[in-house]
């Protein structure tokens, strides 16, 4: 786009800034290999490819990729508000929890024969469904809310902590101990959600079983594909002016108000759609991992998603993704080999990052590319 000035009575186009792609060339391909990958090769290598060839891709592998996915959703929502906006949140849990247990209620629905209760409102000896458990046998109102119910808590919570100006480590204390008053509330049996153990033995979704290998495939590939769009969706906010503000909020929220903007309603709407989409991860996680309780919304849960954010490099959103897939890879694989070990590293880890890697996995790779430009720039000159 031109535009063209006078200057000294001669005519001189000149260069408007134009709006950014969305994504690089490079950019567009790695999403297009992960959509293909996602979508074609994982299904491939499980379903057609032999269980004894190297090249199979075992049950077990897609439970935990996808697991690891659902908790990849969780990390770009923290990287949203706490990378971008620069407010920690140490009780996302609540919302991944909330988004689980809808679909837990569903799940157990369609477990039992109509005008059945779940088991354990028969073993407390209940007669009927509880008013909040009307909507349950819906997949449809089930959808929506997935999306509603942790929106409305992050919407009620935020307005009241934003509006009193709540900020820094005080708003993190106050969201950890709002997570864990509502484990306390889920522990107990008359609450109606299955008290400590939860909701599990899960059988169908849909009406389809749920514990065949092709729906474990199906959640997969929607698990993979949900991941992908909200990384699009997360890359056109932070490049739009309502992100712009968003950062200019996390780096002088002073100066945005002297400014004439009003952080409220920004801080607000991404604490929300951060929290929606905690949400659809914890929904996505219930029938694939097949159980949900109240450990969800322990704070150690909550801590672990600003560690995934941390470790991969906050304010970039493919590194919180980066970093969940590595610490929980870390995770599977040091639970097994050396479980009393894992706690010990992941205090290492964390203690690394802030002292060698403050910008994380993200940030070691992007400077180690920059001196890798700047030799082959001297050494062609």
């Not at 990729?65 to 996302?92: E, R, V």
């Not at 909040?132 to 919407?155: C, E, K, N, R």
Request: charged share 10%; with cysteine.
């Amino acid at each position: 786009m031109t535009a063209s000035t006078l200057k000294s009575n001669v005519f001189v186009p000149v260069e408007l800034p134009g709006r950014k792609p969305l994504l690089t060339k490079a950019g567009w391909s790695a999403l297009m290999v992960a959509l293909i990958v996602v979508c074609a090769v994982a299904p491939v290598l499980n379903l057609w490819v032999p269980e004894g060839s190297f090249f199979h891709l075992s049950d077990y592998s897609v439970r935990l990729l996808g697991k690891i996915m659902c908790f990849a959703i969780c990390a770009l929502a923290m990287d949203l508000i706490w990378g971008y906006t620069g407010i920690l949140s140490l009780g996302h849990g609540l919302f991944f929890a909330l988004g689980g247990y809808v679909m837990g209620m569903y799940l157990s629905m369609q477990s039992v024969a109509p005008g059945e209760l779940p088991a354990f409102m028969v073993f407390l000896a209940w007669k009927e469904l509880p008013w909040f458990w009307q909507l349950s046998d819906s997949f449809a109102a089930t959808f929506i809310l997935i999306f509603a119910v942790p929106g409305v808590v992050a919407f009620v919570f935020g307005w009241f902590a934003f509006r009193s100006r709540i900020k820094g480590v005080y708003f993190s204390i106050i969201t950890q101990a709002l997570t864990y008053a509502a484990m306390l509330l889920f522990f107990r049996n008359e609450t109606g959600f299955g008290g400590n153990n939860g909701f599990t033995d899960f059988k169908q979704i849909l009406g389809m079983p749920l514990a065949t290998q092709e729906m474990r495939m199906a959640l997969f590939v929607i698990t993979g594909c949900t991941l992908l769009g909200f990384f699009l969706m997360a890359r056109w906010l932070v490049r739009s002016k309502f992100g712009r503000v968003l950062q200019a909020i996390r780096d002088a929220e002073t100066r945005v108000m002297f400014s004439g903007y009003s952080p409220l309603p920004y801080k607000l709407t991404i604490w929300v759609i951060s929290a929606m989409m905690c949400g659809v991860a914890g929904a996505l996680y219930v029938p694939q991992v097949g159980i949900i309780n109240p450990v969800e919304m322990s704070p150690a849960s909550s801590i672990e998603m600003a560690v995934w954010a941390a470790v991969g490099g906050r304010g970039s959103l493919i590194g919180p993704i980066v970093g969940a897939f590595a610490v929980n890879g870390a995770k599977s694989w040091l639970t097994v080999a050396a479980p009393e070990f894992w706690l010990y590293f992941l205090g290492a880890l964390f203690i690394a990052v802030t002292l060698w890697m403050p910008n994380g996995i993200v940030g070691v790779v992007r400077k180690l590319r920059g001196k890798l430009g700047a030799k082959k720039e001297g050494g062609a000159a």
